[in-house]
Nanobody, 120 residues
Framework: QVQLVESGGGLVQAGGSLRLSCVTSGSIFSINAMAWYRQAPGKQRDLVAIISSTGTTRYVDSVKGRFTISRDNAKNTVYLQMNNLTPEDTAVYYC??????????????WGQGTQVTVSS
């Protein structure tokens, strides 16, 4: 069974930075887009950023210019560099695979996520 393992979350002050990592199996990683999502308390899980198998990226407006998604195909790992964090970024962050940038259905069961807490 393919698993997703997210890491890198923590507690940071507003204006700080964190780098999240997500590892999955090579058979899924190399041929699909990878995406980061987040879920704040009491809210639905929303897409934050996505990167295609060839490196094309997309971001939601609220994180443009602050977050950077990247992938290391040799390590089957996708990263989310988060800079200039605000309390509104507080959430559990998850990654998942999608068939492409244009599809919305995720391909894998959700992992445990990684908690990001930004204090003001």
């Amino acid at each position: 069974q393919v698993q997703l393992v997210e890491s890198g979350g923590g507690l940071v002050q507003a204006g700080g930075s964190l780098r999240l990592s997500c590892v999955t199996s090579g058979s899924i990683f190399s041929i699909n887009a990878m995406a980061w999502y987040r879920q704040a308390p009491g809210k639905q899980r929303d897409l934050v950023a996505i990167i295609s198998s060839t490196g094309t990226t997309r971001y939601v407006d609220s994180v443009k210019g602050r977050f950077t998604i990247s992938r290391d195909n040799a390590k089957n790992t996708v990263y989310l560099q988060m800079n200039n964090l605000t309390p509104e970024d507080t959430a559990v962050y998850y990654c998942n695979a999608r068939a492409s940038l244009l599809t919305t259905r995720v391909l894998l069961d959700w992992g445990q996520g990684t908690q990001v807490t930004v204090s003001s």
